[in-house]
């Protein structure tokens, strides 16, 4: 089975701050990884993706992520935090066309 | 940019009524999955639909609950018999070879 663990239900930071969610996965087999944000009232919007070849992952908005086996760990960065930022952060793992296995979210707040 | 849509935004139903949420994938996807958010919560995989059939669904997908694609481009999730604990945002999402899923801005379905 799989699963996904995401520290910190809230995490706060200054406009211009670094962003640091944790994420931290669980699986039998080599993972599909996946960030999605949710704005308010809004659905899931794919942020990055890993699905085994380079192990740092762009995505959009200037968000990143960092694929180590070692710490079975795909933490979600960006340098530099916009007021624009502040949603809710899913990570999730899925071993192929197959279920996504979300975490319980992290939300980001952003203060100017 | 294709999207996935879902209709209605919002349903409100009786303890008891069946509902039907609709879906339209993205055109060229062949994967399909129905998932729930209850408020507050993580998002939880309900079913997958593949060529036809389900491949995959989750405890919570009992007999209750249904899909179907009845015309090639619709994909229907339906609840027979609906209970207060189905109030929840029922998002649709899309699949393509590349193991990426598009999400749906959901349906909030809230049951009296």
């Known amino acids: 089975a799989q699963s996904v663990t995401q520290l910190g239900s809230h995490v706060s930071v200054s406009e211009g701050a670094l962003v640091l969610l944790r994420c931290n996965y669980s699986?039998?087999?080599?993972?599909?990884l996946f960030w999605y944000v949710q704005y308010p009232n809004q659905g899931l919007q794919l942020l990055l993706k890993?699905?085994?070849?380079?192990?740092l992952v762009k995505g959009i908005n200037g968000f990143e992520a960092e694929f180590k086996k070692s710490e079975t760990s795909f933490h979600l960065t960006k340098p530099s935090a916009h007021m624009s930022d502040a949603a809710e952060y899913f990570c999730?793992?899925?071993?192929?066309?197959?279920?996504?296995?979300f975490g319980t979210g992290t939300r980001l707040l952003v203060s100017p | 940019e294709p999207e996935v849509t879902q209709t209605p935004s919002h349903q409100v139903t009786q303890m008891g009524q069946e509902v039907i949420l609709r879906c339209v994938p993205i055109?060229?996807?062949?994967?399909f999955y129905w998932y729930r958010q209850i408020l507050g919560q993580k998002v939880e995989f309900l079913v997958s639909?593949?060529?036809?059939?389900?491949?995959?669904k989750s405890e919570i997908f009992d007999d209750q609950f249904s899909v179907e694609r009845p015309d090639g481009s619709n994909f229907t999730l339906k609840i027979r018999s609906t209970k207060l604990e189905d109030s929840a945002m029922y998002f649709c999402?899309?699949?393509?070879?590349?193991?990426?899923?598009?999400f749906g801005p959901g349906t909030r379905l809230t049951v009296l």
């Open positions: 999402a899309s699949g393509d070879r590349y193991n990426e899923q598009f």
């Open positions: 699986s039998s087999v080599p993972p599909y």
């Open positions: 890993y699905t085994s070849a380079a192990t």
């Open positions: 999730a793992v899925s071993t192929g066309f197959q279920k996504l296995v």
């Open positions: 055109s060229n996807h062949l994967y």
């Open positions: 639909f593949y060529n036809n059939e389900i491949s995959e």
